[in-house]
C-alpha cells in the first residue's frame, strides 16, 4: 500500500478542502508505483495506466508527496489529462533526471574512483535520487539514452526510485533479468517501493519501451 510521504506536522497544518489549485500547480509531480500492490489506493486516487504501471500524481513539498485523491481533482476541476500535462513540465524541472554509469555511482559513494574496462550498466533516476524510476516518461528521456548507447537496451525496475540501463549487447538473457529483478525485490528492496518483477525492452527503431 502507497504511504503519503508527506510530513505529518505539515499534513496537519492543511485542509484538503482548502488547498487552492493555483498555490499548488506549480509543486503537482508523478510518480510511478506498481498498480497490483496499491489497488485499494488507485479505487479513488486519479492515474493513468501505463504498460503494467501505474502513474499518479502528487503535491511535491520538501523532497516528500501528498498524493492527489479524486476529491481534490474534483474540486480543482482537473481530469488526469490535465494532471498528466501539468505534472511531467514540473516533474522534469524539479526532480531532473539523471544519468549515469554504476561505476560512478560507486565513486560518488566511496570516493574511490572506479574505472572499469568497460560499462555495462547504467542507472536512470534524478538528482534527487527519489521516485526517480518516473524519469522514463521524461519527455525525450529514454530516446536520448538510445542514442547515447547506440543500441537497444533493458529497463530494470530497480524500485521506485531508479531503473536500471542494460545495453541488449551487453544483458543477459531476458528470463535471467526477470529472475534476478525477482529475487532482489523479494530480498532487498522495501515492499513498498517495489516498482515490477520483470525487465522491460526499449526499441530504438521504434522509440518505444515494452513490456
Not at 66 to 72: A, C, H, T, Y
Not at 127 to 154: C, V
Not at 187 to 195: F, I, K, N, P, S
Request: hydrophobic content about 40%; overall charge negative.
Amino acid at each position: 500500500m502507497f504511504i503519503s510521504l508527506l510530513h505529518k506536522n505539515a499534513a496537519e497544518r492543511i485542509s484538503m478542502s482548502s488547498i487552492e489549485l493555483e498555490e499548488v500547480k506549480d509543486r503537482i509531480i508523478f510518480q510511478l508505483i506498481n498498480p497490483h500492490r496499491n489497488q485499494e489506493l488507485l479505487r479513488d486516487t486519479p492515474h493513468i495506466l501505463y504498460l503494467d504501471l501505474a502513474i499518479v500524481f502528487c503535491v511535491y513539498y520538501e523532497q516528500r508527496a501528498m498524493i492527489i485523491k479524486e476529491n481534490l481533482s474534483h474540486l480543482w476541476k482537473l481530469n488526469t489529462e490535465t494532471l498528466y500535462r501539468i505534472a511531467r513540465e514540473n516533474t522534469e524541472r524539479l526532480l531532473p533526471s539523471d544519468f549515469t554509469s554504476i561505476e560512478e555511482v560507486l565513486t560518488r559513494l566511496t570516493g574511490c574512483e572506479m574505472k572499469p574496462e568497460e560499462e555495462i550498466m547504467y542507472i536512470l533516476s534524478n538528482k534527487q535520487g527519489i521516485w526517480g524510476a518516473a524519469s522514463i516518461l521524461y519527455q525525450g528521456e529514454l530516446k536520448e539514452i538510445g542514442k547515447t548507447l547506440e543500441e537497444d537496451y533493458y529497463v530494470l525496475p530497480s524500485s521506485i526510485h531508479e531503473v536500471i540501463i542494460v545495453p541488449k549487447s551487453k544483458a543477459i538473457s531476458r528470463e535471467d533479468l526477470d529472475a534476478m529483478i525477482q529475487e532482489i525485490n523479494e530480498t532487498q528492496v522495501g515492499e513498498q517501493e517495489v516498482l515490477s518483477n520483470h525487465a522491460y525492452y526499449y526499441n530504438r527503431e521504434k522509440e518505444e519501451l515494452m513490456s
